[in-house]
């Protein structure tokens, strides 16, 4: 009898020891999850607060430069308009003609850096006339040709997920016309119940983009991936016989 109670004894303090193991075990498992669930989360934040960052300082210098650099040289520019009519020594007007395009040029220079710092038509009119207008600017100056094809794309994307889809087509059409040795290029929009998908396509030299990140030391896919992140959009890249295929999908 006594035997039978020290076996009965041993077996619920053994089930007892096995329990509290179990149970200490899954609390470690679950603090470990909740801490990592958390660091996610933080870097998630960091990242999303540092191109938040990134963008108002764009927005910020791309003002000054407007509202105060060309402010300055247009009004430069007005003033020796009035030199050039009033002046009729031959040798001042052709050194006014010659600070008059040194100050048009200035002027281009600074239109040039504010609009690659923030693209004015991106919060006036949107994502599609804002990228129309940069395919527009960069086919003047390439030997490629950049198409956008919306397809009825009637659906008004946020202004936060605009900019940073923006910043993704130029890092994409950047490296193209680095690397890629492209001759055309499609950036395409489609419209979908739950979502939409941004196609950027080429006929460039093939690369794998997961791989290139990887080992490359550079800031451009590193800043696609980030960008990717915060706007929590599913990136695949296509396979293609010739050139590169990439297909974000963004829940609306």
């Known amino acids: 009898m006594e035997n039978n109670q020290v076996g009965s004894l041993i077996i619920i303090g053994t089930?007892?020891?096995?329990?509290?193991?179990?149970?200490?075990?899954?609390?470690?498992?679950?603090?470990q999850t909740y801490v990592l669930k958390m660091k996610r989360k933080e870097a998630e934040l960091l990242l999303k607060t540092s191109l938040e960052s990134e963008k108002n300082e764009r927005q910020r210098i791309a003002a000054d430069i407007h509202d105060g650099v060309s402010g300055d040289l247009n009004a430069v520019r007005n003033f020796i308009s009035i030199l050039l009519r009033t002046e009729t020594d031959a040798d001042k007007k052709e050194m006014f003609t010659e600070i008059n395009n040194g100050v048009e040029a200035a002027l281009e220079n600074t239109r040039l850096v504010s609009y690659k710092l923030m693209p004015p038509l991106l919060e006036k009119a949107g994502f599609v006339p804002?990228?129309?207008?940069?395919?527009?600017?960069?086919?003047?100056?390439?030997?490629?040709?950049?198409?956008?094809?919306?397809?009825?794309?009637?659906?008004?994307?946020?202004?936060?997920?605009?900019?940073?889809?923006?910043?993704i087509t130029q890092e994409f059409t950047s490296n193209m016309m680095k690397y890629g040795k492209i001759s055309q290029c499609t950036i395409g929009l489609n419209d979908h119940a739950e979502s939409f998908s941004l196609l950027i396509?080429?006929?460039?030299?093939?690369?794998?983009?997961?791989?290139?990140?990887?080992?490359?030391?550079g800031a451009g896919l590193k800043n696609i991936s980030s960008r990717i992140k915060v706007i929590?959009?599913?990136?695949?890249?296509?396979?293609?016989?010739?050139?590169?295929?990439?297909?974000?999908?963004?829940?609306?």
């Open 201 to 217: 396509e080429d006929d460039g030299i093939p690369y794998n983009f997961k791989d290139l990140y990887a080992t490359s030391k």
């Open 232 to 252: 929590e959009a599913n990136f695949e890249q296509i396979p293609q016989e010739k050139g590169n295929k990439f297909v974000l999908s963004v829940k609306k």
């Open 15 to 31: 089930a007892l020891i096995v329990i509290l193991v179990l149970v200490l075990l899954f609390l470690a498992v679950f603090y």
């Open 130 to 167: 804002a990228v129309q207008d940069y395919l527009d600017r960069i086919n003047k100056t390439s030997e490629a040709n950049f198409n956008l094809h919306v397809n009825g794309f009637a659906y008004e994307i946020p202004q936060d997920k605009a900019y940073e889809l923006f910043r």
